[in-house]
């Protein structure tokens, strides 16, 4: 009388490894296809590089729309998280930059000031009695 065999055997086992070796290929074949970060950021910047002008406003003005939607939607408490991160972030930006870069971004900002100013007087002189603007 032969021995009894213990566990899978014939058929059966040969399918259970076929399906192994096949899960094992398909996992490799996911990590293989997962573009690197860096070659999905080339590509989004040649697609950029590639739109016209009407594309860009498009795209920008989509993202815009979703940005107060999501705003219009967000609780005062997920507001003030968003803006306490915003403020660490500009505060960690500072801490690291150098002098020159702090004198460059000062200067931009004065600049502005200034345009803004200049602006308002413009405005201010333009102003009729009644205080409507001429035309």
Known sequence: MPKRKRG???????????????ERRVVETK???????????????????????????????????????????ETEEQRNRRLAVMGQGSQQRR???????RNSRLAVIAQQCQRRRAKNRRTKNNRCDNGTTEE
Not at 9 to 16: E, K, L, P, Q, Y
Not at 46 to 72: F, H, I, Y
Not at 95 to 100: D, K, N, R, Y
């Open 95 to 101: 801490a690291e930059e150098t002098e020159e870069q």
């Open 8 to 22: 899978i055997t014939g058929d059966a086992a040969s399918i259970r490894e076929a399906i192994r070796k096949r």
């Open 31 to 73: 990590e293989e296809k997962k573009p690197p970060i860096a070659t999905m950021a080339q590509r989004g910047q040649d697609r950029r590089a590639e739109e016209t002008e009407e594309q860009r406003n498009r795209r920008l003005s989509d993202m815009a729309q979703s940005g107060q939607e999501r705003r219009a939607e």
